[in-house]
């Protein structure tokens, strides 16, 4: 009898793991469901409020606060209330379809979390009575769903994956807020210039005796 020919390629090419080497590392968001920090988004405003309205007070202290003295009054200048209207209108025509993709990918992603990597992922076994060919024996699994391999790896990657999702939904979301922030500071703005020029008038004359 020939002896088996030893082959003269190492079988093992690469270094034997050290122990607890090759275990996939995971973030602390791992596993958690961070659905509760991702926010449903809305246009507060259908139409841009008028200038000719009085402007609200967006301070959080209403006093004057700390005025320098030495501070040298204002040149002249001119706003043109008409451009920024029109400024205000696009970006708010923006952010309306921004909020509505926003929308559209937050419930997609609330829809399929639990599912769109493959988590809970069967197979359906082969069609048939669930008997071999010659009657010798007996396959439960034939027609029946079992689960699939590459469920548990799915069932990983959506650990990692759903809540860097939704903390990237909220990211977006917090980015439209302060889009709608902005587009009302633009607002107040045109209100406080539109009220200056309404109180920038001569008083009445004193009565004649």
């Known amino acids: 009898m020939t002896e088996p020919i030893e082959s003269k390629y190492d079988e093992t090419p690469l270094d034997e793991p050290e122990e607890g080497e090759g275990e996939e590392e995971t973030t602390e968001d791992n596993g958690r469901d961070l659905a509760y920090m991702v926010p449903e988004t809305e246009v507060a405003w259908d139409e841009l409020p008028s200038f000719n309205k009085d402007p609200s007070d967006l301070s959080e202290d209403s006093g004057d606060g700390d005025q320098d003295e030495n501070s040298d009054p204002s040149a002249d200048f001119k706003i043109n209330l008409e451009t920024l209207r029109t400024a205000e209108t696009s970006m708010l025509a923006e952010a309306n379809g921004a909020v509505t993709k926003y929308e559209e990918v937050r419930a997609l992603v609330a829809s399929v979390k639990d599912t769109v990597f493959g988590q809970g992922a069967t197979s359906k076994g082969a069609e048939g009575s669930g008997h071999t060919s ?50 009302a500071r633009l607002n107040h703005s045109g209100q406080v210039y539109a009220q200056a020029d309404r109180q920038s008038n001569f008083p009445d004359p004193p009565p004649t005796t």
Do not use: D, H, W
């Open 134 to 183: 010659g009657q010798a024996g007996y396959n439960p699994s034939v027609g029946k769903r079992t689960k699939n391999p590459f469920a548990e790896a799915g069932e990983a990657f959506g650990a990692e994956m759903n809540p860097a999702q939704e903390r990237a939904l909220l990211q977006v979301a917090s980015s439209l807020n302060k889009l709608g922030e902005y587009i």
